[in-house]
């Protein structure tokens, strides 16, 4: 069973800029697809940003420009560099991956999941 474990949160004033990491140890994601998510209090979780095994990318719209997702060619490590940091930006981000080779947005289709790394930006 692969397990996901995700570093590198904190608070930052706005305009700043944090990195999250996220280790996978017990086994491979392979070609399977890997993304950040978010969740704020109240709200649901939201995809924040997706990468393939193809080095495929996509973002969501409010963060494009701002951040972004790289993973390494073994699919150990995924990380994300957040600049510009805003507050609407503060929420536990969760380090998502996937047996299915396509990214999609929704999170029902990602197997494994970390326990999250809290961010939070202040005005």
């Known amino acids: 069973q692969v397990q996901l474990m995700e570093s590198g949160g904190g608070s930052v004033q706005a305009g700043g800029s944090l990195t999250l990491s996220c280790s996978v140890t017990g086994g491979s994601i392979g070609t399977g697809c890997m993304a950040w998510f978010r969740q704020a209090p109240g709200k649901e979780r939201e995809g924040v940003a997706t990468?393939?095994?193809?080095?495929?990318?996509r973002y969501q719209t409010s963060v494009k420009g701002r951040f972004t997702i790289s993973r390494d060619g073994a699919s150990k490590t995924l990380t994300l560099q957040m600049n510009n940091l805003k507050p609407e930006d503060t929420a536990m981000y969760y380090c998502?991956?996937?047996?299915?080779?396509?990214?999609?947005?929704?999170?029902?289709?990602?197997?494994?999941w970390g326990r999250g790394t809290q961010v939070t930006v202040s005005s």
């Open positions: 990468a393939d095994s193809t080095a495929g990318v």
């Open positions: 998502a991956a996937s047996v299915n080779v396509w990214c999609l947005w929704n999170a029902g289709t990602f197997d494994s």
